[in-house]
């Protein structure tokens, strides 16, 4: 029961331009949602959040969008640059916060 | 401040071996998760803790594995009898509060050879 998706296994884009990477949820109750980037071999590393009250939350290079209707949420990264190639986690929370529900990672490519 | 720091880094373990796994949150944080990551898959929850107290271990399974948060000392992470499919990276995660985020150790790559 995958209640966070990304649905693109990996993204490629030119140095330069915009990385936009998507990610969906099914839980009504998910008020707190997390982006994080992981390289291999290492710990994920945590980028930029939203709390659900609102639905845009920017931090330098990094916005995240949030559409509460849709349930979706999207990670905008402009301009990218090569050192941004990583996988990245988008993850959900509920107010127990119990765990972070993870999607399965979306694999950004960078192009010089 | 250090981070998360998790130990050891490397861990190889023969079949039916003990491996424990240790994690020190950040100072200050008494909220502590595990997750695992399983080669070509994403991170898994495994178990959710406070000082001295198990809060959610849906995310374990029901043989072999514990987790304790002492209240003095890391947390561990336990795996008794090992067998080859729990080869995997194991993360630990921390934050001081709810709804604020969590960050991660470096992880414990568990090899059951």
């Known amino acids: 029961d995958q209640q966070v998706k990304q649905n693109s296994p990996s993204l490629s884009v030119q140095e330069g331009r915009i990385s936009i990477l998507n990610c969906d949820y099914t839980?009504?109750?998910?008020?707190?949602f997390l982006w994080y980037k992981k390289y291999p071999a290492e710990g994920p590393t945590f980028l930029i959040s939203?709390?659900?009250?609102?639905d845009k939350n920017e931090d330098g290079r990094f916005t995240v969008f949030l559409n509460k209707s849709a349930k979706h949420l999207s990670l905008h990264i402009v301009p990218s640059q090569p050192g941004d190639s990583a996988v990245y986690f988008c993850?959900?929370?509920?107010?127990?916060?119990?765990?972070?529900?993870f999607g399965t990672g979306t694999s950004l490519t960078v192009i010089p | 401040n250090a981070g998360v720091m998790q130990n050891p880094r490397h861990l190889v373990r023969r079949r039916g071996q003990e491996a424990r796994l240790r994690c020190s949150p950040m100072?200050?944080?008494?909220?502590v998760y595990w997750y695992r990551q399983l080669p070509e898959e994403g991170l898994k929850f495994m178990v959710y803790?406070?000082?001295?107290?198990?809060?959610?271990e849906s995310g374990m399974p029901k043989e072999r594995f514990s987790a304790e948060f002492p209240k003095e000392g890391p947390s561990i992470l336990r795996i008794q009898q090992v067998v080859r499919g729990d080869s995997a990276a194991y993360f630990c995660?921390?934050?001081?509060?709810?709804?604020?985020?969590?960050?991660f150790g470096q992880g414990t790559r568990l090899t059951v050879v």
């Open positions: 100072k200050g944080h008494s909220h």
């Open positions: 839980n009504s109750m998910f008020d707190y």
């Open positions: 939203i709390s659900s009250i609102k």
């Open positions: 995660a921390s934050r001081g509060q709810l709804n604020t985020e969590a960050f």
């Open positions: 993850a959900a929370d509920t107010n127990t916060g119990n765990q972070f529900y």
């Open positions: 803790l406070q000082k001295e107290n198990i809060i959610d």
